[in-house]
Nanobody, 121 residues
Framework: QVQLVESGGGLVQPGGSLRLSCSASGTGSIFNVYVMSWYRQAPGKQRELVAT???????NYADSVKGRFTISRDNAKKTVNLQMDSLKPEDTAVYYC?????????????WGQGTQVTVSS
C-alpha cells in the first residue's frame, strides 16, 4: 500500500514561511509517474487544491497562492515539498499530500493524514 506522510506544519506569523514535506513509501520504482498535489481544508470549508506537480515537473497553483507557494518533487527521495512564503491567516488549514496514478482504467488515489498550518499573530 502507498503511504504518504506529511511534515513541516506548525504555527507561523503572517508574512512568515513554512516548508511542508510529503514522504511516500510503497510506490516501488514508479513514484516518478504519480501526479503529486497538495490540498488544504480550513475549518468549515471544502477541501481545495493548492498545487500540483506532474512527472514532467509541470506545476499548477490555485490563484490564491500563486507567487507565494512553490511545489517541487524529488523522485530519488520520493518526496514532494511545498514551500510557503508570505503566509496569510487565510492560509490556515490542514494541508494534505495527494498522489494520483492511472493505468488504462485503473485509478490510484492516495492521501496523507494531513499536517496543520496555522498563520496567526
Amino acid at each position: 500500500q502507498v503511504q504518504l506522510v506529511e511534515s513541516g506544519g506548525g504555527l507561523v506569523q503572517p508574512g512568515g514561511s513554512l516548508r511542508l514535506s510529503c514522504s511516500a513509501s510503497g510506490t516501488g520504482s514508479i513514484f516518478n509517474v504519480y501526479v503529486m498535489s497538495w490540498y488544504r481544508q480550513a475549518p468549515g470549508k471544502q477541501r481545495e487544491l493548492v498545487a500540483t506537480i506532474t512527472s514532467g515537473d509541470s506545476t499548477n497553483y490555485a490563484d490564491s497562492v500563486k507567487g507565494r507557494f512553490t511545489i517541487s518533487r524529488d523522485n530519488a527521495k520520493k518526496t514532494v515539498n511545498l514551500q510557503m512564503d508570505s503566509l496569510k491567516p487565510e492560509d490556515t488549514a490542514v494541508y494534505y499530500c495527494n498522489a494520483k496514478w492511472t493505468l488504462l482504467k485503473l485509478k490510484y488515489d492516495y492521501w496523507g493524514q494531513g499536517t496543520q498550518v496555522t498563520v496567526s499573530s
